[in-house]
Nanobody, 123 residues
Framework: QLVESGAGSVEAGGSVRLSCTAS????????MGWWRQAAGKDREGVAA????????YYADSVKGRFTISKDNANNVLYLQMNSLKPEDTAMYYC???????????????????WGQGTQVTVS
């Protein structure tokens, strides 16, 4: 189970931190990531972090502004979002996959588990 928190409304230039608490299958997961879906658009991968060596990946649109991290002891995934823009407005989802290669981190179908989503609105 993946449960996101940290939803909110913020002005452009502001910051928000999202959290995702994982339970039930954490040992079998090799990657966790954040996805987002804006109204009328496809879901897109924002960032991912791998369990083995901690490799991280970011979408070009968020590089330098967003930071993904993971508290392994407590199975919590974070997404620190700074310098937010109105185009960052979306429902943000936490996802986890058991066998996702680095080249596939932006393939939604490769992920096995999804959270319910949390809304971030930037005005």
């Amino acid at each position: 189970q993946l449960v996101e928190s940290g939803a909110g409304s913020v002005e452009a230039g502001g910051s928000v931190r999202l959290s995702c608490t994982a339970s039930g299958y954490t040992d079998s997961v090799n990657v966790m990531g954040w996805w987002r879906q804006a109204a009328g658009k496809d879901r897109e991968g924002v960032a991912a972090i791998y369990s083995n060596y901690g490799n991280v990946y970011y979408a070009d649109s968020v590089k330098g502004r967003f930071t993904i991290s993971k508290d392994n002891a407590n199975n919590v995934l974070y997404l620190q979002m700074n310098s937010l823009k109105p185009e960052d407005t979306a429902m943000y989802y936490c996802a986890a996959g058991e066998r996702v290669s680095g080249g596939d981190w932006r393939q939604a179908a490769a992920y096995d588990y999804w959270g319910q989503g949390t809304q971030v609105t930037v005005s």
